[in-house]
Every structure is written in C-alpha cells, then in structure tokens.
C-alpha cells in the first residue's frame, strides 16, 4: 500500500522532473550567455556578488510560497523589512547595543507578521487589501522612525560576516543560512503534514478544514514567519548595504512574487514547489544582474519584473488551456465514427 509520504514524494518527482527541469535549463542558458556576453561573470567575485543580492530574494520568496499556495499573498514584506532596518538604524544612532538593536528590529518584522496574519485569519481581510494598506502602513512607519537619515556606523565585525566568503569559492557565508531555510523549508512543503494541509487549503478552505486543517491558526503563523524572515533580512540589509534607511528594499517585494509565480506557484493557491521557486530567484537574480552590468537603468529593470510577473501569471493558464484543447481533439480523434 503506498503511503501518502511516498504519494508526496511522487508528485515532488513528478515537478522536478518537468517544468523545474525546463526552468533550470533555461537558468543553464542565461548563465552560458552572459559569460560570453560580459568578462569575467564566470568569476568567484561575480558568484559571491550575485549571491549577496540573491540572499534576500530567496529568504523573502520562501515563505511566501508557503502563503501563496495557501491563497494568500503578502504585499508588505519589503515594507517590513524597510521598518526592520529603520529600527536597527534608530537604535544604533542611538548607541545602543547591536545585539539589542538586531533582536528589535526582527521582533519588529515578528509584530509586523502578525499584524497581517490578524487581519487575514482572524478579521477575515482579504490578503490582497490588507497587505496593500499594511505595505503603506509600514513604510511610513518606518520613516516615523529614522526619519530621512541614513545610518551607517555598524560594528565592523558584523557588516564584515556579512560580506565574508567561504574561503576561496567567493560564495558569501550567510549562504549557510539560507541553504538551511531551503532545506527546512523542503521538508515542510513537501514531507510534512503540514505542507499537505497548505496545499489542500490552497484548494478549498472547507475542504482543508474538514480534514483537521485549523485554517485561521495556519493562515496566522504564515504571515507570522513571513514577519519572521522579512526582519532578518531587514538586519542583513542594512548590514549588507552598510545604511539603514526608510526605502530600505523598496519595490523587492514585486520581485519576490515574480520569482514565486516564475516558479511555479500557481497564484491561485494549491500547487507549487520550493526547487522550482529556488531556480526561479536564481534565473531572476541572474538575468538582473547580469542587465545592472551592462548598466542598463533600474526603471528598465523595473519594466523587466513587472513583465516576468504578468508572464508568470498568463502563461500557465494559456498552457492549461492549450493542454485541455488537446486533450479534447485527442479525444475526438480517439473516439469511433458512426
């Protein structure tokens, strides 16, 4: 008798072994190509460089496939992270202990996640409308707090981890980290009980509740640790960037959801995949930052992921229905005349 971890396994077999394949073949591609096209991409300096800017991408995009597949979405998670870094910088400026000043600003991405998940589970808010006004909500929070100042006197040794590299690979350490959120998150998604419920939720909200899913319990801490991860990456910003600002990440969360969607993860809830959604921010990360070396303008990369996330909406839809029509004249070929 199959198990369900074993039907699990399946189907996360069945995602890599298509549209994630075609999606890192294609990553394969862009990375072949701007090697050629620029010197020295294929350099140790270039990967640990492309990385730092790949690390809050991949850490924001995580829990929002979790939301995304439960038919939610948060629009707020850059704001978040702009009020996270604005409180580090507040207290810094204030010559308060870092340690003190990282633990404030990632409570405050806590408060700011549960914020959203009240609203969403409990009030029962529409995702879309919630986050949008949270989204203004924070980042003028955010100014409130720091003002127009920048600042930028962190500790040497933290803006140094940072910026680190794993000896010789150019590869920045706090890769470390996010490779354990991806596996962490793997195991959750796609071998946990947990994940299953996201997907069935994802479905139908009824139906998840009827097979012992808690859905407003389960909404809430989503955003939660949404909350969570946007106010580390809030301390990584700032310390990557060496400023805590106001505009701290400002339009990243556009980015995030094109990745999410590239990915695979259908923006109507219950199907997607975290390798797909990984291979995504790589792909995406890659094709900007090999455009910001050909100094093309941000406005121009702007235009970029507005049309990635437009794609990665309209073309599975196209591509469902183009496989029904198939089926269908399939079947009328199949089927006997009389």
Not at 63 to 76: G, H, K, Q, R, Y
Not at 96 to 106: C, K
Not at 206 to 215: C, M
Request: no cysteine.
């Amino acid at each position: 008798m199959t198990t369900a971890s074993e039907i699990g396994r399946s189907k996360l077999w069945q995602r890599i072994n298509t549209r994630d394949i075609a999606m890192l073949g294609v990553l394969l591609v862009v990375i072949v190509v701007n090697s050629f096209a620029r010197d020295n991409f294929a350099s140790t300096t270039t990967v640990g460089f492309l990385l730092l800017d790949v690390i809050p991408i991949m850490m924001l995009a995580l829990p929002m496939t979790f939301i995304i597949i439960s038919a939610e979405i948060d629009l707020s998670v850059a704001s978040i992270v702009g009020v996270s870094a604005a409180t580090i910088g507040a207290l810094v400026l204030r010559e308060e202990n870092m340690i003190l000043a990282a633990f404030a600003g990632v409570g405050v991405g806590i408060l700011a996640g549960a914020f959203n998940g009240f609203l969403v589970a409990y009030l029962g808010l529409p995702s879309l409308a919630a986050t949008i006004g949270t989204l203004a909500l924070y980042r003028g929070l955010a100014l409130v707090i720091i003002g127009d100042a920048s600042v930028g006197s962190f500790p040497e040794a933290w803006t140094d981890f940072v910026q680190s590299r794993l000896g010789a690979t150019g590869i920045p350490t706090p890769t470390i980290a996010v490779l354990i959120f991806i596996a962490l998150a793997v195991i959750m998604l796609h071998y946990h009980p947990f994940g299953r419920g996201l997907f069935a939720l994802g479905h139908s909200p009824q139906a998840a509740r009827f097979v012992g899913v808690k859905v407003e319990h389960t909404k809430f801490w989503l955003f939660v640790a949404s909350g969570l991860v946007a106010g580390l990456v809030g301390l990584y910003w700032a310390l990557r960037y060496g400023s805590a600002r106001s505009d701290s990440a400002s339009g990243l969360e556009l980015t995030v959801i094109a990745a999410v969607l590239l990915g695979g993860v259908s923006i109507f809830g219950g199907r997607g995949s975290i390798p797909g959604v990984v291979v995504a921010v790589l792909l995406v990360a890659t094709i900007t930052y090999g455009f910001r070396l050909q100094r093309i303008s941000d406005v121009v990369l702007v235009i970029i992921t507005g049309a990635l996330l437009i794609a990665s909406v309209v073309a599975p839809n196209y591509y469902q229905r183009i496989r029904e029509r198939w089926k269908l004249i399939t079947r009328a070929k199949d089927s006997p005349t009389s």
